[in-house]
């Protein structure tokens, strides 16, 4: 990979990326896990989950509280209760509706790509103001079989834009969104929004920024785009 090519092509996570929905889809599992298994998770038994796909974030806290849970049954009650939760308490992350703008009027493809499914991308990129039509591409965890840190999700978004991997950035927030963004052989620039920056820079991501507010010279260089 020529780590100086011009980026052509940006795949975002969401949560995390342009948007913070941790709270809230904690606060919906919670009531979930209430409701329908009797025990009573905190928020917090979910953030070592963030990411890493339906199975894992629910599976995960489920196995703390020793109980099963039944998938996709469990998902699709939290996600009734999460669009419920959304409307006027969801908003854009710091940068992402400028940064987005101007990539777009640089000539860049970009994408989403999220372990998030279809019903719930649609309801929070309608929430915090992003059209679909703002990207070339979405793909969701309805378009894969293996989720992070596997590449898969990042490997078919970037076949979508029709830009290869070294001409491409991936978006993260997450350690396992940061392997599979290295594994697809794209660079990597990691926001410290939901987790802190000392434990995302050993992995390896090329650029380091607190929000897509505040990104790196070099970086928006490479962009074409105007610091």
């Known amino acids: 990979m020529n780590p100086t090519e011009k980026i052509r092509g940006i795949v975002f996570d969401m949560d995390g990326v342009l948007c913070d929905t941790e709270a809230l889809m904690a606060e919906a599992s919670c009531a979930m896990f209430r409701e329908t298994h009797g025990v009573r998770p905190v928020p917090g038994d979910f953030h070592e989950f963030m990411g890493r796909g339906s199975e894992a974030y629910f599976g995960g806290v489920a196995r703390k509280h020793g109980v099963e849970t039944v998938l996709p049954r469990d998902r699709d009650r939290t996600y009734g209760i999460f669009l419920d939760a959304i409307r006027g308490r969801l908003h854009p992350l710091p940068g992402a509706h400028p940064f987005v703008a101007a990539a777009r ?9 999220t372990s998030a499914d279809r019903i719930k991308l649609d309801a929070i ?87 897509l507010a505040h990104l790196p010279d070099d970086f928006l260089r490479e962009c074409g785009i105007a610091g």
């Open 125 to 211: 990129l309608h929430e915090i103001g992003l059209p679909h039509a703002s990207f070339d591409a979405l793909v969701t965890a309805d378009d894969v079989t293996h989720n992070k840190p596997d590449p898969e999700i990042f490997v078919h978004a970037m076949a979508r834009l029709d830009v290869p991997p070294a001409a491409c950035v991936v978006v993260e927030d997450t350690r396992p969104g940061i392997a599979a963004a290295l594994a697809s052989g794209a660079r990597c620039l990691a926001l410290h929004t939901t987790f802190p920056r000392n434990l995302l820079a050993p992995t390896g991501p090329h650029w380091l920024a607190p929000d």
């Open 105 to 113: 009027a640089a000539g860049i493809r970009l994408a989403v790509a």
